[in-house]
């Protein structure tokens, strides 16, 4: 089994066996960074609809070809949605650690993965797989970690 071949953020030196590593990411920040998302999007379907009651509705009806009636049934949601929404950023990183190197605290209150737990491609697949199930995964750089830890076969 190939090793895992990265460097440890902390004390920079490199992390030669999987059962030396730990990744970890800031799981608070992560929340925070997704409520924030959430917020804005909300804010900004908010003036999208605002629009549509106001002035902006009339372009929309020139440009489209919609009726009013058509509008406030939400036929036209699709096309209002996009305009409205931004995307997710990931902005919080996955870290790699040396398993001396990741301190109490964020082992405590972070989301640390053992390194043997995600040294083969099959592992990586299924915390893949749970983590999409994180309200927070999204607010994450998860793909860059995997990419970062593995040769990915061509799909
Ligand atoms: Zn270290």
New binding site residues.
């Given amino acids: 089994m190939r090793q895992p071949n990265v460097l440890?953020?902390?004390?920079?030196?490199p992390?030669e066996r999987w059962r030396e590593l730990v990744v970890w990411c800031d799981s608070t920040k992560a929340q925070d960074a997704m409520r924030q998302y959430r917020r804005m999007e909300q804010e900004q379907e908010r003036v999208a609809e605002e629009s549509l009651k106001t002035g902006g509705a009339d372009e929309w009806l020139a440009c489209s070809g919609a009726t009013f009636a058509e509008l406030e049934r939400g036929k036209w949601a699709g096309f209002v949605r996009p305009l409205a929404s931004v995307p997710v950023v990931k902005t919080v990183s996955w870290r790699t650690?040396?398993f001396?190197?990741i301190t109490d605290e964020e082992w405590e209150w972070g989301y640390p993965i053992e390194g043997t737990r995600i040294n083969t491609l099959g592992k990586a697949l299924a915390w893949t797989l749970h983590l999409q199930g994180k309200t927070w995964y999204e607010a994450t750089d998860w793909e860059n970690l995997v990419r970062k830890l593995f040769t990915l076969p061509n799909p």
């Fill in positions: 440890c953020d902390r004390c920079g030196q992390i650690f040396h001396d190197c």
